[in-house]
């Protein structure tokens, strides 16, 4: 078997081996991804084929920016268009496909990897964790009433803002200019690229499936905030909301919990952590179902990657790191004054024992050490080292992604 990167002159073949080990026809319904593979960047794109040649493995690599808690905006391969055909599984193809992979992305400087995996079982092996989690909310329209803010002191800034609906193709570029404003504000969050856009590639509302966007504007009339949503047999549903801060999530509820003729309101796409429930008059009229982990992270540095981002407590702890996959191991200590990390390496007896899929799980703050020491995959060397560690790894927000790759 030999890996090689594609050539624009490979990209039909790229796509009908990966259509084929997913048992799917390349007319894929512009809901379920729109034009995806238009944004495929070939020179990123490796082909596994056997000795005479056959194609039997693809793999294929997005250039995003993921932003971190603290605010840095770090470059991330994304690992997507993954599949060998079915008549070679489980003959090391994807592991020799993935070997590849993260030599390149270390070749290229990337010290974080990210991917949205089909199965869960396939990626811990190669050291990816589950990172960011989403969720669904189900509003029963009838009883889904906002409350009046109850929060003692200031009273609540008036409503300035408005909203407006346009039909998806009358945007412009509205949508990429307020996704991007969002996206460096949202730990987890990646980048879209301007050739996302521009191609109409991914799942609505970048993909050419009809829409109608309610725009929010602020007092001077900027748009600060878009809902993309479709309405059907009674169920509105939003693809997303993409909001520059809480008040103008909140507006754009208001305005989906006010459409006639609909009674139900589905919010794809919403953080764990989301205040929406806490905002209703009846925190039972907000049903909460398919909670699944989205976006899985890799670290390939580890002292480059922890000081990268920010962190909001300061301390000190030693984490001892595995890295099966690569045949590596690392002792750090990780010091942690005004906001940001030293990470060295070290012989102190460690607090933490973990795998490297471990550590991309707690990196951007979605999942808490101690959970992690609970489900035996962390070894705490010493009472207080999960507490220790909970307080550092956490951010005043889940990270969240809701980009579809
Ligand atoms: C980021 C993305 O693109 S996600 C999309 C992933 N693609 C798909 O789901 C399409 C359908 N599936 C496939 O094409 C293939 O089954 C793949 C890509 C998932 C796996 O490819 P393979 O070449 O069979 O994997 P490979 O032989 O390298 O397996 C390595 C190990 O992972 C295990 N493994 C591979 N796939 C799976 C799986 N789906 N579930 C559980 N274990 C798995 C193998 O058993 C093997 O374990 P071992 O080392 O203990 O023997």
Request: include cysteine; charge should be negative.
């Amino acid at each position: 078997m030999q890996i090689r990167p594609a050539t624009g002159q490979d990209l039909d073949v790229f796509v009908d081996t990966l259509h084929a080990a997913f048992g799917l026809f390349p007319e894929t319904p512009v809901d379920g991804g729109g034009l995806w593979w238009s944004a495929l960047e070939t020179d990123r794109c490796l082909l596994a084929s056997t000795a005479d040649g056959r194609p039997v493995g693809t793999a294929a690599t997005y250039s995003f920016e993921l932003t971190l808690p603290g605010g840095a905006v770090v470059p991330a391969g994304g690992l997507t268009a993954v599949g060998v055909l079915p008549t070679h599984r489980r003959q090391g193809v994807l592991s020799a496909l993935m070997r590849q992979h993260l030599a390149d992305l270390r070749a290229r400087g990337e010290s974080v990897a990210v991917l949205l995996s089909s199965e869960a079982p396939i990626y811990g092996r190669f050291g990816y964790g589950p990172a960011t989690y989403t969720s669904k909310l189900t509003l029963t329209r009838g009883k889904a009433a906002l409350a009046v803010p109850r929060a003692r002191g200031e009273a609540p800034a008036p409503e300035t803002g408005s909203v407006e609906v346009v039909r998806r193709d009358g945007c412009g570029d509205l949508l990429e200019e307020v996704y991007d404003r969002y996206r460096r504000t949202q730990p987890g969050a990646l980048s879209r690229p301007h050739r996302w856009w521009e191609l109409r590639a991914g799942q609505p509302p970048l993909s050419p499936a009809p829409r109608y966007i309610a725009v929010h504007r602020d007092a001077d009339g900027a748009p600060d905030g878009y809902a993309s949503y479709a309405v059907e047999a009674g169920t509105l549903t939003v693809d997303e909301i993409i909001a520059t801060d809480d008040a103008v999530f909140t507006a754009l509820v208001r305005y989906v919990l006010g459409h006639d003729l609909v009674s139900e309101v589905v919010l794809r796409h919403v953080p764990a952590d989301h205040p929406l429930r806490w905002q209703l008059a009846d925190f039972r009229a907000a049903e909460v179902s398919g909670v699944t982990d989205w976006l899985w992270v890799r670290l390939l540095d580890v002292s480059g990657a922890l000081t990268a981002r920010g962190w909001s407590v300061d301390g000190e702890l030693v984490l001892d790191v595995d890295d099966p996959f690569l045949g590596e191991q690392g002792r750090y200590l990780l010091t942690v004054r005004d906001g940001k990390a030293d990470c060295a390496p070290t012989d102190r007896a460690p607090d933490l024992s973990l795998d490297i899929r471990d550590l991309g799980s707690l990196y951007l703050g979605g999942t808490a050490p101690s959970t992690l020491v609970r489900a035996g995959h962390v070894t705490a060397h010493r009472p207080g080292a999960a507490a220790l560690a909970d307080a550092l790894f956490r951010t005043e927000r889940a990270p969240h992604c809701l980009h579809w790759f």
